[in-house]
């Protein structure tokens, strides 16, 4: 694969906003760490967040294997 | 062009090194920070120089795994699947120390005969049976692999207890058959040697403290040490099975008669009399 191929399938990829991200700093405590209180209190949303993240996560491992096998099978 | 060299793999590892959040290790904070920062405290604790580095990894499963591999460099060995990442939350490192133990349980006794080196069942033939549950059978016959039948039969009425075996043996070139007699009884005094897997879990298993984790590191330099003596033993054994064990039943006999002779001399002596010699 050409990195120019590649730079084109990337631009292709739609941008994502995972709300894990946004509830982190919801759920951080004085400290600096994660406050499990705060988790607690967001508990529902940061499950439906989680999951999102975990379903986002699995389909970019599927796209980097697309990707390998792409670039392993291309002259 | 190949993976090895493509875009790819330069695409990875540019992200890989502008240290990019880790999702799943943000997923991890968050739907299990009380094992986070469990985990941060430990390494923190026993590895504060490899923090940074530990805590760069992508995974969770990752981050155990350095943590295992540098904490095992220093104090003693952990569960190898720690090493391996194969583990599904920090509570598999936090809960308790993930101590690798190896205290003789039945089972491995049992197993004796079929599974451990040939120097290893012929000694475990000198030493009484720990369980006494009379598996004597098949490990005679494992034996008889080795040395001559009559050997054995001169041994079955005269096998060791531990105690009996450091007395004839200790401070001898045999001295490594009552370990191996302490260490088939788990009477070695030694942590890693004497527990098995199922007291392990019973009792309560070593926590992470600074003091445990020093003790047990003192223990596991002994437990090598004990090792290494039955290893090299194992091997000068097995250098003439049939010789060299020879020679090891005609030392304990010997010895046996002569304590005998000693003990039948100081009873025939009249009372308030003690023998110089």
Not at chain 1, 18 to 36: M, N, Q, W, Y
């Amino acid at each position: 694969m050409k990195t120019k191929q590649l730079i084109r399938i990337l631009k292709k990829v739609p941008e994502t906003h995972l709300r894990l991200f946004s509830l982190a700093h919801k759920v951080i405590g004085e400290g600096g760490t994660v406050d499990p209180n705060k988790v607690a209190f967001n508990y529902k949303e940061i499950k439906e967040a989680i999951d999102e993240a975990k379903a986002y996560s699995g389909d970019t491992k599927e796209a980097v294997q697309c990707l390998k096998q792409m670039d392993r099978f291309s002259p | 062009m190949p993976e090895a060299d493509g875009p790819l793999l330069a695409l990875g590892n540019k992200l890989s090194s502008l240290g990019l959040p880790s999702l799943s290790v943000l997923i991890a904070q968050i739907s299990d920070t009380e094992g986070y920062v469990d985990f941060l405290n430990i390494v923190h604790a026993f590895l504060p120089e490899r923090e940074q580095e530990i805590l760069h990894e992508s995974t969770p499963a990752a981050q155990v795994a350095r943590f295992a591999s540098y904490f095992e460099d220093r104090y003693f060995p952990l569960e190898p699947h720690l090493r391996d990442g194969d583990i599904e939350s920090y509570e598999e490192v936090t809960s308790f120390i993930p101590v690798i133990v190896a205290g003789m349980s039945w089972e491995d006794y049992e197993a004796i005969p079929s599974d451990y080196r040939p120097a290893s069942q012929l000694m475990t033939y000198l030493v009484a049976d720990p369980f006494e549950e009379g598996t004597d059978v098949a490990l005679a016959e494992a034996c008889e692999e080795y040395v001559p039948k009559s050997l054995l039969e001169r041994v079955a009425e005269n096998r060791l207890e531990p105690q009996e075996a450091h007395r004839l043996l200790d401070g001898t070139r045999y001295e490594a058959l009552a370990k191996w007699a302490s260490r088939i009884h788990s009477d070695t005094g030694n942590f890693f040697l004497d527990t098995d897997y199922e007291m392990l879990m019973s009792d309560m298993p070593p926590d992470w403290d600074i003091e445990t984790v020093n003790a047990l590191t003192r223990e596991w330099q002994q437990a090598d040490a004990f090792e290494n003596t039955l290893s090299k033993f194992f091997e000068w054994l097995e250098g003439d099975l049939p010789g060299r064990f020879g020679e090891l039943v005609n030392f304990i006999l010997e010895k046996k008669a002569n304590e005998r002779k000693a003990t039948r001399r100081t009873k025939s002596l009249p009372v308030g009399v003690t023998r110089r010699d």
